[in-house]
């Protein structure tokens, strides 16, 4: 299991490229009824699951909802990632989750020199919960209690809101780690009801085998293995696909990059070290820095295939070395976090999925339709 609370990432300059069979979604019309999708689930899920019938009907819903192809390949990959991610818990226990937790308040405050003394006395509030924040930090087990902790500490306590503004800092949870963020911007055909929030939902089963599965296949894309649409399912959509750009434009360019799936800055108007190659670039490509710039820009779609800029540089490397290069690159993402001990990074993460992806389909083929 690879929880993300707190994540970042650092990136390493070196590529993983591997080679195999098609992986494709994703929204189709649906070859299997709902009622021979649960059927099939319940052949499919590992035998230790408890409450098979529940995981069942959630994850078929998740697919009926989202008009998703139902296929074993599908079915497969959302199983080998919720498998990996909790072992089918909704709400996945963390070891040392009080102490992680601790640490970042402790981090922050110490940012903004506030004495232990007031963290202290914070912490030992009473909650809408009759506990003290210390007493259900003591208590925490999971990331949802954490985030219900952190929504009052943030909401009634005027150093919750210092330390943390307005944004909770759990970023991850639920049986297959969605990002939070994620389910909020794709909250809108959601089929529940929503007698909380849909940060709350995540924290479901119901509700993280929803996202789970959009994060997992809700987008279109080409790749030559499932083992890519994994990666991206970790580092973000088109990971995959934008590091093997990242590959071309430093074969083409001689600059070394770091092959992490960003061609621009999330979220910044500054020139990132992919443009820069790109601009290097630019008399060859034929293109200026802002036709390049609104090009990179459609990296987070499929649309970004058909971009001159794309099409552009793999033309020029792929001439320069005499072959095709790949057009899918595992990401080199290292994952650090206090609750990872060990050197886990998206490679690893996508081998270790698919794995358990292959396992479930070789079951899947000796198993009849029922």
Not at 14 to 42: F, K, M, N, W, Y
Not at 109 to 119: D, N, Q, R, S, T
Not at 250 to 276: F, H, W
Not at 356 to 370: G, T
């Amino acid at each position: 299991m690879v929880n993300r609370f707190f994540m970042q990432i650092l990136t390493l300059s070196l590529p993983i490229v591997i080679v195999g069979c098609s992986s494709q979604s994703t929204q189709t019309h649906p070859s299997r009824t709902p009622e021979q999708t649960r059927a099939r689930l319940l052949q499919l899920l590992p035998a230790n699951v408890q409450d098979r019938q529940g995981w069942a009907n959630d994850i078929n819903t998740a697919f009926a909802a989202q008009k998703l192809e139902p296929n074993d390949e599908n079915l497969c990959s959302v199983l080998a990632v919720t498998e990996q991610e909790s072992t089918f818990q909704a709400d996945p226990a963390v070891p040392n989750l009080a102490k992680i937790a601790r640490s970042e308040i402790n981090r922050r405050a110490g940012k903004l020199h506030i004495p232990e003394f007031v963290v202290r006395s914070a912490l030992n509030i009473t909650s809408p919960t009759g506990k003290t924040y210390n007493q259900r930090l003591d208590t925490a087990r999971t990331e949802g209690q954490l985030s219900a902790i952190f929504d009052d500490f943030i909401g009634m306590v005027p150093l919750g809101k210092n330390l943390f503004g307005s944004l909770n800092p759990v970023h991850t949870g639920g049986p297959m780690q969605v990002s939070i963020a994620f389910a909020e911007k794709h909250a809108q055909d959601y089929p529940y009801p929503i007698p909380d929030s849909i940060r709350h939902e995540v924290f479901t089963r119901r509700g993280g085998m929803y996202f789970g599965t959009a994060h997992l296949l809700g987008y279109p894309v080409d790749y030559p293995q499932s083992l890519y649409r994994f990666a991206d399912f970790n580092a973000g959509w088109y990971a995959s696909r934008n590091a093997a750009f990242q590959n071309a434009v430093s074969q083409v360019s001689g600059i070394k990059l770091a092959l992490d799936g960003d061609v621009t800055i999330p979220g910044s108007y500054d020139v990132g070290s992919t443009e820069r190659a790109v601009r290097v670039l630019a008399k060859p490509l034929g293109l200026n820095n802002n036709q390049i710039r609104q090009q990179l820009l459609k990296a987070d779609s499929l649309e970004f295939d058909q971009t001159e800029v794309y099409r552009k540089v793999f033309a020029l490397a792929d001439r320069q070395q005499g072959k095709a290069l790949p057009r899918a690159v595992l990401p080199g993402i290292t994952l650090q976090s206090p609750k990872i001990t060990r050197n886990l990074t998206t490679a690893w993460f996508a081998q270790r999925v698919d794995e358990r992806r292959q396992r479930c389909m070789n079951k899947a083929k000796s198993l009849p339709e029922r």
